[in-house]
């Protein structure tokens, strides 16, 4: 199927894990340019090697967390080494495993507020060009903690995700008369360390962010093969 | 993106038109054999005279009412008989029928006389149910399927403002079904998925849009500007989005993904998850 995303420039932002991986391997695979972010930069540049063998022109930028207008100097080197971005895709980094009442300092709650201000910003800078264009697609990818409470300490985790859900629904609203669309794409942790886990959620971002996927908005979009609990 | 379809025999029942038949042309187009059923002999024809010119002998019709169990089984039997097993079952059959006379899918509760919803028991869910599970032998002997239903997005947001009690009710009942089966069947590589259109601009939805603006006396452009309001992207879906996701979904790289009832509504759903 043609996804009609040659020459398209994608910002991946969390690189560095697998799943950025995956997804900027399979983004390459269709003729788009990467723009790739992430903290740990070997993992980065792990994953622009891989996007690279498909033929594709990657660039990497270092990303590390907690820096000040860390979304904004992502936006601008992206838009530096390319003129424009047309996707942005960020898989949510997984949070330090914490029950909130057991919390004593703030600091993790603001790293975790950052996550999402700096993912803001990104888009606060990207999306007035893809208004231009009359075309974007925002996509978050992150984990299925957010739907449903387990025993795990993962209350950041889902603290985050479900602000970045309810983020892109309302990014879904505001820019759906742009032609831009916000989708997320939802990972059961129990899995995604597989590889068809892995590449199932790649391959869901690739066509969320494709031109047949237009229609496609405000959606979640999960990979849990037969974990799932809810009907919806 | 490959979708890795090649020689798939996917079966689509109400295949012949709408959100069907767009996706039969895209899985013929990623080389998988097609086995379409639909009640109208001439419309079910030109489907496949169309669909046999993308690729030769890639396509044949079955023409029966699927809400009966004999036909369910000759189709398969004749799908067995051209070209083996079943890798794909859709079900598209069943849509609720547009009666100028009275409005589309009318009803409230107390005006639905308990034939009526028998029938329509039988349009919605039973069409969906005979065609899963007539395709699970050959997909379990597989080890690989994927069950996909062609659902509304009043699935999740029943239409209580209308007098829609019927697909109210039968959606999301169509919806637990599948999310059961996809429990069930994801040991044996099957995957089964719900797709809750809304706002759709196939045939029938056509001819419903243009019998409102008729009653309400205003033209069909300004009814359908009305409907796409609330929907950011601001227009109606076509059946070729619809159909993508689907081909999607048939795809290997899918298939991690199943018990899944995605609405693609533009936007419109109120929901964030």
């Known amino acids: ?232 | 993106m490959d979708l890795g379809l090649r020689n798939k025999v996917a079966v689509i029942s109400g295949g012949s038109k709408g959100i069907g038949f767009a996706t039969a042309l895209i899985l013929a187009g990623e080389g998988a054999k097609i086995v379409l059923a639909a009640r109208t002999r001439a419309t079910l024809d030109d489907a496949v005279v169309q669909l046999n010119k993308i690729t030769p002998d890639s396509a044949f019709g079955v023409c029966g009412d699927m809400t009966e169990l004999a036909n369910v089984q000759a189709l398969m039997a004749e799908t067995h008989r051209v070209y083996g097993l079943v890798d794909i079952a859709i079900s598209n059959a069943g849509a609720l029928e547009t009666d100028p006379a009275e409005g589309h899918a009318p009803g409230h509760f107390l005006q639905t006389p308990p034939a009526e919803f028998a029938r329509k028991f039988r349009q919605l869910s039973l069409t969906a149910w005979y065609l899963a599970r007539e395709a699970m032998p050959d997909m379990k002997a597989k080890r690989w399927g994927r069950i996909l239903n062609i659902n509304s997005s009043s699935a999740r947001e029943p239409k209580w403002q209308l007098p829609h009690v019927l697909p109210n009710t039968l959606r999301p009942a169509v919806a637990g079904m599948h999310r059961s089966l996809a429990r069930r069947m994801y040991q044996h590589g099957i995957t089964v998925n719900n797709i809750l259109t809304g706002n759709i601009a196939t045939e029938r939805w056509r001819d419903y849009h243009t019998w409102l603006a008729d009653k309400r006396g205003i033209s069909f452009d300004e009814l359908v500007a009305e409907r796409c309001k609330a929907t950011p992207l601001g227009r109606p879906g076509t059946p070729h989005e619809i159909a993508s996701y689907i081909a999607f979904l048939c795809s290997p790289l899918a298939g991690s993904i199943t018990g899944q009832s995605v609405p693609i509504t533009g936007g419109r759903s109120a929901h964030i998850y």
């Open chain 1, 1 to 232: 199927m043609d996804l009609g995303l040659t020459g398209c420039v994608a910002l991946v932002l969390g690189a560095d894990s697998p799943a950025g991986r995956y997804c900027a391997t399979s983004l390459a695979r269709e003729g788009v340019r990467l723009a790739l972010a992430g903290a740990d930069e070997n993992r980065t540049q792990l994953a622009a090697t891989s996007a690279a063998a498909e033929g594709q022109i990657t660039h990497v930028i270092a990303a590390k967390a907690g820096e000040e207008d860390l979304g904004k100097r992502i936006a601008d080197n992206a838009l530096a080494r390319f003129g424009a971005v047309d996707i942005v895709v960020i898989v949510l980094p997984a949070m330090p495993p914490a029950f909130l009442d057991e919390i004593e300092e703030d600091g993790p709650i603001i790293e975790a507020w950052s996550v999402l201000a700096d993912y803001a910003a990104v888009c606060r800078h990207l999306v007035p060009g893809m208004q231009k264009g009359k075309w974007g697609r925002l996509i978050v990818v992150g984990s299925t903690e957010a739907k449903a409470l387990t025993e795990r300490p993962a209350d950041l985790d889902r603290m985050v995700v479900l602000g970045a859900l309810g983020l892109q629904k309302s990014l879904s609203g505001e820019l759906g008369p742009f032609g831009i669309t916000a989708n997320s794409v939802l990972y059961d942790n129990a899995i995604i360390g597989s590889h068809d886990a892995l590449m199932s959620t790649a391959a869901a971002v690739t066509y969320l962010a494709s031109r047949p996927a237009a229609y496609m908005d405000g959606i979640v979009m999960t990979v849990e093969g037969d974990r799932g609990k809810g009907t919806f």
